[in-house]
């Protein structure tokens, strides 16, 4: 460990050094042991550079192998989508007209390929996604959240009154909460419930740009269903969701990019001691599967039958929570993830 302690490590997030995306992830590394990165620039020195997504990799992917070693952390899947469709070409296009990428590029697919191949090590979200970035970069780890900073509750009392409570968490999406409204709007039918719905009060279509306001496309996605919009806060989001009796993470599962996605929202909520029904989302259900809580439905069918057996028995939900918390406390503590991390600087360290 005194190898990298030693280390001039560098990071590059800009003004987004709040953001989940950073402070859940080699944030709070950092934090556990100590350091404090620098923000990098093409010319520093540095040992390691830690790459967030709001790299210009256009830039960096051409930096010399003779520098600093680099560690592009990439968590979501975007290799799964192929190169110059209108959304890949958008993508980038945006990226270099808000000024995230300097140099112009047509397929943002083509650029973090290329991003890959520079980087000495790329850290991944998913079983999925390291297998596309694998053949173009020999050292791939996969490194979970570490959500230490924002777990002020745990829920510990699984009654429910008349009314059930739902919990989503998560960035505005509104495709995702579309795909189980007519689930919910059917148990609404005959149970008094209400989704609670913990998000940022804004709906961006690229980095603070284009927003759009959350509460009334609310309206129009869950008419039928009572719902209360709740701003993310570290402070609250913990006490909001460990206050519903289950929480839901639904999925529009004919979207290739959201197969890839890594399990890092449902071992968050896991964490809050709440019950979680998910889609069949592949990481999703490696966990559950593990766990021993196949809690995860392929369709409305799926959904409603879950849905309506977890929300008639505080039995069930105990049961799936305890067994998910042990889980947890076991797999993903904040000293087993930082260890990987320690691992990898390691690596590269000893790396000619």
């Keep these: 460990m005194d190898t990298f302690l030693n280390m001039r490590i560098g990071w590059v997030v800009g003004r987004y050094g709040n953001h989940p995306a950073i402070r859940w992830r080699f944030g709070a590394y950092a934090k556990l042991r100590g350091f404090v990165p620098i923000e990098a620039t093409l010319k520093g020195s540095y040992d390691v550079v830690w790459l967030s997504?709001?790299?210009?990799?256009?830039?960096?992917?051409?930096?010399?192998?003779?520098?600093?070693?680099?560690?592009?952390?990439?968590?979501?899947?975007?290799?799964?989508e192929p190169a110059y469709t209108p959304k890949d070409t958008a993508r980038e296009l945006g990226k270099f007209i808000f000024r995230q990428h300097t140099n112009?590029?047509?397929?943002?697919?083509?650029?973090?390929?290329?991003?890959?191949?520079?980087?000495?090590?790329?850290?991944?979200?998913?079983?999925?996604?390291?297998?596309?970035?694998?053949?173009?970069?020999?050292?791939?780890?996969?490194?979970?959240?570490?959500?230490?900073?924002?777990?002020?509750?745990?829920?510990?009392d699984y009654r429910s009154g008349e009314t059930f409570n739902i919990g989503w968490e998560g960035f505005p999406a509104m495709a995702n909460l579309v795909t189980i409204m007519p689930v919910l709007r059917r148990l609404a039918e005959k149970h008094k419930l209400a989704l609670h719905i913990v998000t940022n009060a804004r709906q961006?279509?690229?980095?603070?740009?284009?927003?759009?306001?959350?509460?009334?496309?609310?309206?129009?996605?869950?008419?039928?269903?009572?719902?209360?919009?709740?701003?993310?806060?570290?402070?609250?989001?913990?006490?909001?969701?460990?206050?519903?009796?289950?929480?839901?993470?639904?999925?529009?599962?004919?979207?290739?990019?959201?197969?890839?996605?890594?399990?890092?929202?449902?071992?968050?909520?896991?964490?809050?001691?709440?019950?979680?029904?998910?889609?069949?989302?592949?990481?999703?259900?490696?966990?559950?599967?593990?766990?021993?809580?196949?809690?995860?439905?392929?369709?409305?069918?799926?959904?409603y039958e879950m849905l309506a057996h977890y929300s008639s028995s505080e039995s069930a939900r105990r049961n799936a929570a305890e067994r998910a918390v042990k889980y947890v406390d076991d797999r993903y503590s904040e000293s087993r993830i930082a260890n990987e991390w320690d691992r990898l600087l390691c690596r590269l360290a000893n790396a000619k």
């Design 53 to 80: 997504q709001v790299a210009d990799y256009t830039r960096w992917e051409k930096y010399p192998r003779s520098g600093a070693k680099l560690i592009l952390d990439c968590c979501d899947d975007y290799l799964s």
């Design 104 to 156: 112009l590029r047509f397929s943002f697919h083509n650029v973090l390929e290329a991003m890959c191949r520079r980087a000495d090590a790329v850290v991944v979200g998913s079983d999925m996604q390291m297998e596309h970035v694998k053949p173009f970069c020999s050292e791939v780890v996969k490194i979970p959240d570490i959500h230490t900073d924002s777990l002020g509750c745990r829920k510990s």
């Design 204 to 303: 961006y279509r690229f980095r603070g740009h284009f927003g759009g306001d959350v509460r009334r496309a609310l309206e129009e996605t869950c008419h039928g269903v009572q719902f209360y919009l709740y701003d993310w806060t570290r402070a609250t989001v913990s006490r909001i969701l460990a206050g519903c009796d289950l929480a839901i993470i639904p999925l529009d599962m004919s979207d290739k990019f959201t197969t890839g996605k890594p399990a890092n929202k449902l071992i968050f909520l896991w964490q809050q001691g709440v019950p979680v029904i998910t889609s069949a989302l592949p990481s999703y259900i490696t966990e559950m599967e593990q766990c021993g809580t196949a809690m995860y439905c392929r369709n409305d069918i799926e959904w």
